[in-house]
């Protein structure tokens, strides 16, 4: 079974946030994402936004390339005023090129 090697791209964030994350995920190369609500806790102790709506995390996986863009990206727009927190990890995937931009071969 042939495997590809990708990155899963994980973002955990505040709500306010996710139509914006979502947009930048597409127009910076993910084909697609994994969206679901969440709550947890941090270094700074429970995420404390509006009482009772949690954060969202987004999963998306993708080239290393298109991972780093998507990083970098949400370290310079929110990281400073927002509670989010991004990681990377290397992944291997099945049908690789369901996850290549615009469905390429890979």
């Known amino acids: 079974m ?3 090697t990708y990155r899963l ?3 955990v964030a505040e709500r306010s946030v996710r ?3 979502l947009d930048a995920l597409h127009t910076l190369g993910a ?3 994994t969206i679901a609500d969440v709550k947890g806790e941090g270094s700074r102790g429970a995420r ?8 969202v995390k987004v999963e998306t996986v993708v080239p290393p390339e ?3 863009r ?3 990206h949400v370290a310079e727009r929110y990281f400073a005023h927002h509670s989010v927190i991004v990681y990377l990890q290397d992944v291997e995937v099945l049908r690789g090129s369901k ?3 615009h469905n390429e071969r890979a």
């Open 31 to 33: 084909t697609g994402h």
């Open 70 to 72: 998507i990083a970098e």
């Open 48 to 55: 404390t936004g509006v009482p009772g709506v949690p954060s």
């Open 9 to 11: 791209v994980t973002i």
């Open 19 to 21: 139509d914006r994350l």
């Open 66 to 68: 298109v991972a780093e």
């Open 2 to 4: 042939q495997t590809v």
């Open 99 to 101: 996850y290549a931009p």
